[in-house]
Every structure is written in C-alpha cells, then in structure tokens.
C-alpha cells in the first residue's frame, strides 16, 4: 500500500526563522514522484516540486530546499528565512509510475504554517 | 497552477439539487484528474481521465457521482442528489501524460461546494 505521512499537523514561527517540513513515503514500487505543494489562505494548489525517485540530489530554489532521502523514505522540505507570505498549508504527495499505475497523487494530510511577523 | 480553468469557484446547492461542476485542462493536457478535499482533510483522488475515456474511478463514490472529457468541451464532475456531506472542494488537475516524463500535474484553483 501506498501512504504518505505528515507528521506535523501545525507549525508556527516567528518571521526569519528557519523550518523545515516533514513527509515520510511509503511505496515498494521503484518508480515513483514526489511532489510538494502550496496552499495560501486563498485556497488554491500552487505546484511547488516535483522529484523522481531516481534522482536524489537535493535542489535550492530561493528560499526553498528539499531533501530527498530513500534510505529514510523522506522528502523534506525546508523554508529559509520565512515570510509572512509563507503562511499556509503545504501538502506532500506521492505518484506511482510503474506499470499499471495511473500516475494519480497520494497526498499527505499538510502541514499548516504559520508565520508570525 | 495557470491554465487549468475551473467553474464555478463557488457553488451552493440546496439539498437533493444537481451540482455541476467544469474543468479545462491546460493547453496541450490531454489527462485529466478530480480530487476532493473535504473540510480539515487532505486531498483524496476520485477519479482520472483522458479524452473520452475513465481511465482509473477507484476513488468515486458510488453512487451520485460521475465524471466525463468528452472529445470537446470540459471536464465535467456531476454530483447528483447532493448531501450536505458533499460540501468540499473539488480540484481538478491536468497533466501531460501517465508516463515518466512530463509528469507534473498541475491543479485548477478549486470549486467549492456547500450544501444548503
């Protein structure tokens, strides 16, 4: 069976702090992405990351970072210097690729952030 | 998320009324999927599509629920006889293809449904 975990239903930080998101992935398929995305108060899904389970190297986009670890099943995700901005709620998810798959996401349950100035 | 167009945004329906609710894929998307979120949970898929074609509904309820792309036009979710325990939002996403690559599936900003 497939699953996603976010184990972290709600973080609050004061602005400029460093936090990081956790999301744990269960799958015994070898083919597979992950995924992270935003959701503002505004309540759209903003695509944030998409990573194959082929390439772990870690990726730096601005503020943002991730690290992917098989060894551990994780995908973090860390925010540097947060913003009021980046308060919302951040989902992770899984798609399975391999044969018979439909490439459909398993989401994690998110994580809400709060920023506070 | 730009391109995927969903309508309405926001729906109300009276109990036992129909709700319909579109989706347009981003431009050259050919796939199509609906995911609801029901309040203080996560996203759950219902169902995929491709032109004409349902190609995975294990996660649609049912009864009441259907889902069609037809060769033009939208994609269309249909719920019918709503219940108050159908409120939620309703997102549709689109992608490229099934396959390794092209894969990111891009989300629609939402249609959310509240039962009267």
């Known amino acids: 069976a497939q699953k996603v975990t976010q184990a972290q239903t709600e973080i609050s930080v004061v602005e400029k702090e460093d936090v990081t998101l956790d999301c744990v992935y269960e799958t015994r398929d070898t083919t597979y992405y992950l995924f992270w995305y935003k959701q503002p108060p505004s309540g759209e899904l903003v695509f944030l990351i998409r990573r ?7 990726e730096i986009s601005g503020r943002y970072s991730w690290n992917f670890q098989k060894s551990t099943s994780s995908f973090n995700f860390t925010i540097t210097a947060s913003q009021v901005v980046d308060s919302a709620v ?3 998810a899984l798609s399975l690729h391999g044969s018979g798959n439909t490439g459909k996401l398993i989401f994690g349950q998110g994580t809400t952030l709060q920023v506070k100035p | 998320n730009a391109g995927v167009m969903q309508n309405p945004r926001h729906l109300v329906r009276r109990r036992g009324q129909e709700a319909r609710l579109r989706c347009s894929p981003m431009k050259g998307h050919s796939h199509v999927y609906w995911y609801r979120q029901l ?16 190609i995975d509904e294990s996660g649609m309820p049912k009864e009441r629920f259907s889902a069609e792309f037809p060769k033009e036009g939208p994609s269309i979710l249909r719920i019918q006889q ?28 939402g249609s959310w449904l509240t039962v009267v």
């Open chain 1, 52 to 58: 194959n389970s082929f390439d772990e190297q870690n």
């Open chain 1, 90 to 92: 951040y989902f992770c």
């Open chain 2, 39 to 54: 309040p203080e949970e996560g996203l759950k898929f219902m169902v995929y599509l491709q032109k004409e074609n349902i």
């Open chain 2, 82 to 109: 709503v219940v108050r325990g159908d409120s939620a939002a309703y997102f549709c996403a689109s992608s490229t293809g099934a396959g390794l690559a092209g894969n990111t599936i891009y989300f629609g900003e």
